[in-house]
Nanobody, 122 residues
Framework: QVQLVESGGGLVQAGGSLRLSCAAS????????MAWFRQAPGKEREFVAL????????TYGDSVKGRFTISRDNAKNTMWLQMNSLKPEDTAVYYC???????????????WGQGTQVTVSS
């Protein structure tokens, strides 16, 4: 399995931007598809964005389309989530995850990071 560590979370005002990072180690990073998920207080964890092992963004959750961008650099074993035009409803713990399957369904993912908190103030 691949080990994952997220960073870059924090407190930002509505309309602002943050860039989250996910650093990977262990299993060859370039062989796994990657995704971001998030979980807000009292809510189920939801899908945010998916990128394939070759670096092609595949899909985004409806609530973040046009505002968030997923990317990765296999040479750096790192994935990012650029978040622009942030809204208070984006407040959540953000998780990166790795899978050999190209999927937006969280049960497809066996490797997860510990999460990073993003708080957007109004």
């Amino acid at each position: 399995q691949v080990q994952l560590v997220e960073s870059g979370g924090g407190l930002v005002q509505a309309g602002g931007s943050l860039r989250l990072s996910c650093a990977a180690s262990g299993r060859t990073f370039s062989s796994v598809n990657m995704a971001w998920f998030r979980q807000a207080p009292g809510k189920e964890r939801e899908f945010v964005a998916l990128i394939d092992k070759n670096g092609r963004p595949i899909t985004y959750g409806d609530s973040v389309k046009g505002r968030f961008t997923i990317s990765r650099d296999n040479a750096k074993n790192t994935m990012w989530l650029q978040m622009n035009s942030l809204k208070p409803e984006d407040t959540a713990v953000y998780y990166c995850a790795a899978s050999g399957v190209l999927s937006a369904i969280q049960t497809s993912y066996a490797s997860w990071g510990q999460g990073t908190q993003v708080t957007v103030s109004s």
